[in-house]
């Protein structure tokens, strides 16, 4: 792997992030608000991009539109999209989530789930199973040398288009009063309509907003990868949804910076090979056996009181992480028992286990040699990166309950 | 008018439940009969076959998705383990051919070590990761077994699994397939209608109205939860089991994401946490789009001529999974904003999902406090 290989995976990075952020955005900025999750959204991201396109396709842009003109119907195609997918997301939380405000979480998650599908089957409904192809004369095909690596101009317009649309993103909820009403609305709906705050509106306008920025991240990705098919929204909702929860679910920069994470982790990870992997799980072993050996004992001995806490106490704590699994199972199945040590055995076999597990799978990828990954296991890596935040930091890396909140 | 529907409604409710579990199993085991002496061909059997092993996927799935209240997105992914451990012991892939029952056996506990892997860490989680993390679980497998070619054989499916033999009888016809998924069906529904009315049961159920609440009054919210998921887990892979047998060819697409939202909309359909409920959810979402086909391709041009509706025949054939698929997702978000009880509800949920409504306060009020005709009522 070349410096320039390098740079230019980096770069594509970059530019899949943003599209993912821009999608994230709309998910974390609607389970702030409603603490739903808007299954919807990936389908609302194709719409976007399937009006956009077969608007240029009416248009009939080919290579003798002159520029001027070309650039005309880009506009028209971006206005007929934002408008309508804005409309769109606007009538999902109209028709399907409104009535269920007062019902269960689990409710309207299904309500969610079942817009998605509807959408997503009448998508292929009207406009057929077969990818939508964007017209190629509206993309620019230029390429820019940077450090040696070529890269396509509309790499740089899509990180530039994200980034402008992230500034107006950020002035809006934190400069405008429908932010200052977003805001209240995430943090109580009931105390923030007392204070007079229109939520139902604010509910609505955060759904338009997403779906408008769901909608040029249509847009660009069917740019960018010259088509779109009915269910690529499936897969990009939910790695946008990772990416969301992987920087903080409600937090808005959180969404971006779990985008750009997991757009750079795709991008770099074409270049894994089984044998990696495993290393990284003897480094998960590492850091449990430090968690196991040193930084658990040394919590619970401080948990001991100041009138029992004497050498002897504190060495059997310490112990039963030590030498489990022989001596925390001993304790484990003992007649008589102190309640910490109780308690403490219970968690070193439980770490005891993980451990083990983890090495297992360490063995078990070292055995199956040198495998490498081709690109049909990106999605695999993307989902297990998905579990994996979800199961060791539900909150996110930025945390997703901060002030700012959207 | 009023009164009428209120007498039709009580004479119903009257009946005591055995007489209708009387007449659904008359009528389940008749209706093979009909093929056999002639009077249907054999595609509306092989249908109802397909229905009873929906049926005993939306019983498992009722369990966690209706009882516990934990949206579960994934379930086709144990249902492919099950299938799939089938496949690759019975069949002339790896060339054995194992016993019916240990393969049962091992394709149930294989579901449910998975179902116990999968619970262990996501049940801490709120509801809706847990929606979430189903999801990527059962595209994660969907993907394995796509790309997994030394075990799986790829998209290529595993073709040719060997017929079972149980008890010396071998198992190679619709008919006889009707019958074993029929007595599969009979005794996970006897069984889970057991631990439904026991104490794990009432605990599922508190732990879906308030979890806090229940967590307080002595339930173990972990171990409850894990329970139900590991034990739908297992049903999901003798669901499995008998569907690779049945199939004798299995690949990974039967396995989609659509398939898990059919049993989840079958679920919400009939009325979650009711087992009646889910049957009826099943055998109406699987056999209805079936008929309809039929009745457009086949039976209408047979009556007014062939060129009855070209335009909806044309469609039907080509599309016709798409309307499926959109009429299912529209029905899901009728149900939930209309009858979020479902067609034949549980009474405990319906209070539930009602409790604004007015007039389902003042019935539970009345349920609580009637004590006439010696009725005490008490199951709120």
Known sequence: MSPEHIFSLTISGITVGMIYALIALGYTMVYGVLQLINFAHGEVFTVGGYIAASTLIWAGVDGTTPLAVKIGYFGLALLVSLVLTAALGWLIERLAYRPLRQ???????????GTSIFLQNMLVIVFGPQPIIMPTAIVPTGFVEVFGARIRVLQVIIIVVSLVLMALLTWIVKGTRMGKAMRATSQDREAAEMMGIETNLT???????????????GFLVAMYYGSLQFNTGFLYGLKAFTAAVLGGIGNIPGAVVGSLIL????????????????????????????FQLVRAPRRRVAHIAEEFRTPEYESRVRNVYLFAPVLAVKTLFSERTDALVYVSAQHAVRLMLGNAILAAVAIA??????????????????????????????????GENIVEKV | MAEMTARVSGFFGRMPRWVYVVIALALAIAFPLLEQFGLMQTLWLRLGTRVLV????????????????????????????????????SSPRFGIQWNFWVIVALAMGLSMLFGFLIAVPTLRLRGDYLAIVTLAFGEITRMTLNNWETLTNGPGGIPGIYPPNIFGWTVDSPLEFFYVLLVAVVIVIYLLGNVKDSRIGRAWNALREDEIAAHHSGV???????LAVVMSSGIAGLAGAIFAYYQQFINPTYFLFMQSTIVVCMVVLGGMGSIPGAVLGAVVLDATPEVIRQAFTTWLPGAFGRDFLPGVQSALQTDFDRYRMAIFGLVIVLMVIFRPEGLLPNKLWKREVHEEDPRELEKTHQHLFDFEEGKQDLEV
């Open chain 1, 203 to 217: 509910i609505s306008f955060t759904f338009v907003m997403g779906s408008s920025l769901a909608a040029i991240g």
């Open chain 2, 54 to 89: 929906y049926v005993l996927l939306a019983v498992g799935l009722n369990l966690v998705l209706g009882e516990t209240g934990l949206l579960h997105l994934g379930y086709v992914a144990f249902f492919a383990v099950g299938a799939y451990t089938t496949a690759i012991l």
């Open chain 1, 365 to 398: 990828f070292f055995m199956a040699g040198d495998i490498q990954f081709s690109s049909k296991w990106q999605h695999v890596i993307s989902f297990v990166v998905l579990m994996a935040i979800l199961m060791f930091r539900p909150s996110g890396i930025l």
């Open chain 1, 103 to 113: 019902q269960s979480r689990i409710i309207a998650l299904l309500a969610a789930i």
């Open chain 1, 263 to 290: 757009g750079l982790a795709e991008n770099w990870g074409v270049g894994l090979t089984l044998e990696l992997l495993a290393w990284l799980f003897v480094l998960g072993v590492l850091v449990g056996l430090y």
């Open chain 2, 220 to 226: 173990r919210p972990m171990r409850a939860k894990m």
